[in-house]
């Protein structure tokens, strides 16, 4: 199932890949798989905040993962039986970019497993003292627009 990718036009290659033809980055390859910095990551797509850093965790799946999302609307979650298997895929709700996928093997509470591509996140960092969370969701889009 093709997405309906309507976020920014000009990903680079490798993120178009990601984003609107579902591709998967080679694991252990991606930029924020060891990022342990406070903030937050967003849609490359559009801007919209999706994950807080609290929520991230080593996983040793080789992408970087999150126990949750910053809320149950940032995401759509789509049922995915490519490649012989039954996943359950993750798209940004706001422009429909693909993310990667959830699986029910995550540490408690949520037991679940956000497991995402580096190339479909920007990682944004906290300034100290101000909540980037509330400041990222506030705004429509990405700043560089
Ligand atoms: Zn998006």
């Not at 984003?19 to 252990?28: A, D, I, K, S, V």
């Not at 801007?47 to 799946?61: E, P, Q």
């Not at 798209?91 to 679940?112: K, M």
Request: hydrophobic share 35%; net charge neutral; charged share 20%.
């Amino acid at each position: 199932m093709a997405t309906d990718y309507r976020g920014r036009q000009d990903l680079t290659p490798e993120q178009d890949f990601i984003c609107r033809l579902q591709g998967t980055e080679p694991p252990f390859t991606g930029r924020w798989l060891h990022q342990k910095g406070e903030g937050v990551y967003a849609c490359v797509g559009c801007g919209a905040a999706l994950f807080d850093s609290s929520a991230k965790f080593d996983s040793g799946c080789g992408w970087p993962s999150f126990w949750r999302a910053l809320a149950d609307s940032c995401l759509r979650e789509l049922r995915d039986t490519s490649h012989g298997m039954v996943r359950t895929e993750v798209r940004c709700a706001a422009c429909d970019a693909h993310l990667g996928h959830v699986f029910p093997d995550g540490p408690q509470p949520t037991g679940l497993r956000y497991c995402i591509n580096s190339l479909a996140l920007d990682f944004l960092a906290a300034v100290k003292g101000k909540s980037l969370a509330a400041a990222a969701i506030a705004k429509d889009g990405p700043a560089t627009r």
